[in-house]
């Protein structure tokens, strides 16, 4: 796929935009109800599909993560389309233009290019692919090198259900994000990585294209002195263990309080094998490659050389075959440890103590803000302090992960975990352009404010501005 290539690509859907560029509302729900029916109806080959990409990947965290997920978020968004696209009345300032009328027309971009990552590539490319179809937007997205297998089978069926006007996937076949992230879109969202998260956004700058980033970050947990510990360990290390931990929204490190650490050590190793008795079943997804595996491990060497205390919640030790990794848990790291530096993706957790809610607060706001924060508690004044003084993306309260899974709220980033919003209503703000129009009545008094200006009109806007400057 060279650059030439994708160029014919995006000249055909701009051309189609252009023809017919205000999308009319059976055709976007058409397009929105098509979409689900390719995934319903494909939905065994392709989870089959992102299994052979992963080596093995849970059947079940597929079919809910990816698929249910997807298709649940389609269904939101036909129901309540109609709405979304109906012209919203504005207020006009009745001091200038009495009679008067404002409106804000939400229209399409255009053309949106979406960068998708691999570790959940139906759900991170099919949701954004249905708000920008919502939007009354042309589509084209670009896979990852690690889901080749699931792409190449998507390709083989777009045909069936869209033409190449509407929507494009293309494979990652080497070089082929360079030239992607380059191309003159309208609208380009991309998931993955802070680093090459830059690399697109300056690849945009040069076309002027506004971006969606769906960066990672250190998500933080914080369990207080009351809340149930059993309870807290179940929920964090089923969280840490689907998808063997590689989701940008995992809890990357928990606060727990001193006095609860051992405690929590036990029943989180408990939660573990209750969950995962045994990594190698089919319910246990394995680290996408061997350079992902190879960086698990070099983090547990590296701690376990500073002198950190590492916990094996398995009785098995990790695989590099079958890229089987057990979950661990790491005490109390040094700051300098790659562990506190960088984002774990994978099944490692990081276990910090505290005596007080201010070192909780003062130690993730040190750190760039997360794409989640996570409160395990049953003080509303609590839980309202942490998200108060904590900046993050979302947050989840009493669980973790489960605010992405809500139609009705955006989702994004703040600062380096991303920037841009979407899912919900959000969402379709965020691919449409909301035009501001204005309409003039007949009849304008506005042309009396016209040079040259008199006596007459340099008193009204000295009372004008003298009756503005009173408090109301």
Known sequence: MTHADLIEVLQMQRSAYLSA?????????????????????????LTQAICADYGNRSWHESTFAEFISA?????????????????????????????GKSRVIPQPLGVVGIIVPWNFPINLSMVPVATALAAGNRVMVKYSENSRTLAAKLIEILPRYFHQDQLAIFDETGGVGIEFSKLPFDLMMFTGSVETGKSVMAAASSNLTPVILELGGKCPAVIDSEYPIKKAAEQIIYAKQFNAGQVCLNVDYVFIPEHRLARFLE?????????????????????????????????????????????????????????????????????????SQRETFGPILTVRTYQSEQDVIRYVNAHNRPLALYVFTRDKRLSDRYIENIMSGGVTVNEAML?????????????????GHYHGYEGFVSFSKLRPIFYQPRFSAFSYLYPPYTATLTKLFAWIVKFKSKAR
Request: proline share 6%.
């Open 21 to 45: 560029p205000t999308t009319t509302y059976d055709a976007r729900i058409a397009n929105l109800r098509t979409l689900k029916r390719m995934l319903a109806e494909n939905r065994e080959e």
């Open 71 to 99: 298709m649940g978020a389609i269904d939101y968004m036909v129901k309540r389309l109609k709405k979304w696209m109906k012209p919203q009345k504005r207020h006009v300032d009745q001091t200038f233009f009495p009679g």
């Open 267 to 339: 029943d989180a190793k408990v939660a573990a094998m209750a969950l995962v008795p045994d990594i190698h079943s089919k319910d246990y997804s394995s680290i996408i490659d061997d350079k992902s595996f190879d960086r698990l491990q070099k983090m547990l060497r590296d701690a376990q050389a500073g002198g950190a205390r590492i916990v094996n919640l398995s009785a098995q030790d990790p695989e590099k075959e079958s890229r089987k990794f057990p979950l661990h848990i790491v005490v109390d790291p040094a700051s300098d440890m790659q562990i």
């Open 403 to 419: 605010h992405v899974f809500q139609d009705d709220m955006p989702f994004g980033g703040v600062g380096h975990s991303g920037m």
